[in-house]
């Protein structure tokens, strides 16, 4: 089992930027490529994110390409997503999700990732 933590989350002005944490636990060594997912009232669940565990290649979403930045720690199983320039259109909330699948088509699934955190709410108002 691997339990995540997020922390981070908060309200932000439109331009503002907040940095995400996620915190693993338990067989971490178990987990490969770690997600952040985010889910909006009354929208499906979309991917923003995704780093592997080795190489730390990242991958992210059209909507946030330029605009976040994801960074692990392997030495403290943390992963961060460093948000800027954020929008209205970014309030959701958030979630961290570890896979152990190694296919990078497979990481903008959220079918695909085995563990996930209990979420941590952004607000970005206009």
């Known amino acids: 089992q691997v339990q995540l933590v997020e922390s981070g989350g908060g309200l932000v002005h439109t331009g503002g930027s907040l940095r995400l944490s996620c915190s693993a636990s338990?067989?971490?060594?178990?987990?490969?490529?770690m997600g952040w997912f985010r889910q909006a009232p009354g929208k499906e669940r979309e991917f923003v994110a995704a780093?592997?565990?080795?190489?730390?290649?990242?991958y992210y979403a059209d909507s946030v390409k330029g605009r976040f930045t994801q960074s692990r720690d392997n030495a403290n199983n943390t992963v961060y997503l460093q948000m800027n320039s954020l929008k209205p259109d970014d309030t959701a909330v958030y979630y961290c999700?570890?896979?152990?699948?190694?296919?990078?088509?497979?990481?903008?699934?959220?079918?695909?990732?085995?563990?996930w955190g209990q979420g941590t709410q952004v607000t970005v108002s206009s």
């Open positions: 780093i592997t565990q080795i190489g730390g290649y990242t």
């Open positions: 999700a570890a896979t152990r699948v190694s296919f990078s088509r497979a990481y903008y699934y959220a079918r695909n990732y085995d563990y």
């Open positions: 338990g067989r971490t060594f178990s987990s490969n490529t």
